[in-house]
């Protein structure tokens, strides 16, 4: 679509102006790309991802973005030819979902283990079998054990902003990692909204200096073995390979504190003001909650409001960063809270649960006293969640506080 754009005072700060820009949320990705000066832009369309790259291929084309655009002929070739622009320096930016995720799947684990500083956004979309082109998280949950940071936005505002702080989080000295901004397809994907476009200057200041290969620089002057065989069962081989994983897993704690120092000079600089890790909301006095991941949450903080009104203590918590999952930041939302009921929009098939339940009963172990949580899974291939079937999660939910939780995951959009 066409951007519509007015020229506005940012109120919520002195030090910023912004421009009022009704847009899709992947434009929005594609703006905030820019914004952030990649060098180099690889892409392969894809439902619900294609109007993204579209949308990136013609900034470059009116002049509006500098960068190499290459037009690979696959995902895995995407990705590949990203890892060799980010060794020779480059500032790296693809976005992919779905059977695209899975093509790329080899240089996707090579790209975190060789602590490459790329950003990819996930436009999420459920699995291929059924044959489904529609919004779910089935494909970013799948691949979450692979290393790469992940951070859920809730809304366009929220999908522009994050994309440029995932730039700056990714190149911190501390990190090191690939971070995947994930947007949920359909919903956010091609969801109208009205938001407000930094300008560049301010958003140049935000990034400061380019520094991306300090760690492994090709040189043709200096030749240098990148991503060597390493490990085997003698000589120096597993403590070198341990090291490794370790520095990983170093560098994906370390995100956890950056993430919030970022989203805190972001909300000095520009005024937005998103929750880096964990948002509670109307979770002071609440005795039970529930859980929430992405676009779904407007629909479930309107059911709150509505349970409020009402005289229920209820509360919500959401999820914005889930790898590293950000189980200190958990642990303080659940402190008071009596029973849980978890909704995810994807499936943790061995465990019969969703993936984000599944994640979230080893922070309930950790708090030392017994929660009883619910599984609830809906919103699957673009399903739509509703006020009205979270007010069903909130009903459910607050029976946990007098009997004990089902074995069996609630399916909120089926008919047993």
């Not at 594609?30 to 832009?41: I, S, T």
């Not at 993204?52 to 009116?62: C, F, N, T």
């Not at 684990?109 to 779910?136: A, C, F, K, N, Y």
């Not at 402190?335 to 922070?363: I, K």
Request: proline letters at 5%; hydrophobic letters at 40%; aromatic letters at 6%.
């Amino acid at each position: 679509m066409s951007t519509t754009t007015i020229d506005t005072p940012n109120t919520a700060t002195a030090r910023a102006t912004t421009k009022a820009v009704l847009c899709e949320g992947n434009e929005a990705a594609a703006l905030g790309v820019a914004l952030a000066r990649p060098d180099m832009v690889a892409v392969y369309p894809i439902t619900p991802q294609t109007s993204l790259v579209e949308k990136l291929a013609s900034l470059i084309a009116e002049g509006r973005m500098d960068a190499d655009i290459v037009d690979a002929e696959g995902e895995h070739s995407v990705l590949s030819v990203l890892q060799g622009g980010a060794l020779a320096g480059a500032r790296t930016y693809t976005a992919t979902c779905g059977p695209g995720l899975a093509f790329m799947f080899e240089p996707y684990l090579r790209t975190s283990g060789m602590r490459l500083p790329l950003v990819m956004t996930i436009v999420t979309r459920d699995g291929i079998t059924p044959q489904s082109v529609w919004g779910g998280h089935q494909d970013a949950m799948t691949v979450r054990e692979s290393g790469w940071i992940q951070m859920y936005c809730e809304t366009v505002q929220e999908v522009l902003d994050t994309t440029v702080m995932a730039f700056k989080l990714a190149e911190h000295h501390d990190v090191m990692l690939p971070v995947n901004v994930c947007l949920d397809g359909n919903y956010l994907s091609y969801g109208a909204s009205r938001i407000e476009l930094p300008e560049q200057a301010a958003v140049d200041a935000f990034m400061g200096a380019k520094d991306v290969n300090w760690h492994v620089a090709l040189d043709p002057q200096r030749p240098m073995a990148v991503d060597p065989l390493t490990g085997g069962s003698g000589g120096n081989g597993p403590e070198t390979f341990a090291r490794y994983r370790r520095g990983q897993c170093r560098g994906m704690q370390n995100a956890l504190r950056v993430i919030s120092e970022i989203h805190e000079e972001w909300a000095e600089r520009f005024g937005h003001r998103f929750a880096p890790l964990v948002e509670e909301y109307r979770l002071d006095d609440a005795e039970y909650a529930i859980m929430t991941l992405g676009s779904m949450t407007g629909a479930a903080k309107d059911a709150i409001d509505e349970a409020r009104a009402a005289g229920e203590k209820v509360g919500l918590i959401k999820i914005k960063t889930f790898s590293p999952f950000p189980v200190a930041a958990l642990k303080h939302a659940l402190r008071n809270v009596r029973a849980l009921g978890v909704v995810d929009r994807s499936v943790a098939f061995r465990w019969n649960c969703g993936p984000m339940f599944q994640e979230t009963l080893g922070v309930l172990y950790r708090l030392g006293r017994h929660v009883p949580a619910q599984s609830f899974i809906g919103g699957l291939a673009g399903a739509d969640l509703t006020t009205a079937i979270f007010h069903r999660v909130i009903d459910e939910t607050r029976a946990l506080l007098t009997r004990p939780a089902s074995d069996e995951p609630v399916w909120l959009n089926a008919k047993d």
